[in-house]
């Protein structure tokens, strides 16, 4: 069984940059997984950020295009998300999926003024 397990959240003025990693501990394939960020703010439903596939192809939200950047490292059985230019509506909780089927317990991001 895949354990997925984010972290690298924190608080983060406007204008700034966070890097949200991703650890896949327990899989075998994870060069064969497509992996995923999405984040979720009180109130509202979850929402797709980003998607990267098993050859490195990534899409993007609207929202976060030219601004974030997901990544993965199959070797150390990591994805990334580099953020920058945050902006206060970025502020969520934020979720890894490993193969569209097992989520993280989230990293929260906050962003301050």
């Known amino acids: 069984q895949v354990q997925v397990v984010e972290s690298g959240g924190g608080l983060v003025q406007p204008g700034g940059s966070l890097r949200l990693s991703c650890a896949a501990s327990g899989s075998l394939y994870f060069q064969h997984a497509v992996m995923a960020w999405h984040r979720q703010t009180p109130g509202k439903d979850r929402e797709w950020v980003a998607f990267i596939d098993v050859n490195g192809d990534t899409t993007y939200a609207d929202s976060v295009k030219g601004r974030f950047t997901i990544s993965r490292d199959n070797a150390k059985k990591m994805a990334y998300l580099q953020m920058s230019s945050l902006k206060p509506e970025d502020t969520a909780v934020y979720y890894c999926?490993?193969?569209?089927?097992?989520w993280g317990q989230g990293t929260q991001v906050t962003g301050s003024s």
């Open positions: 999926v490993y193969d569209n089927h097992s």
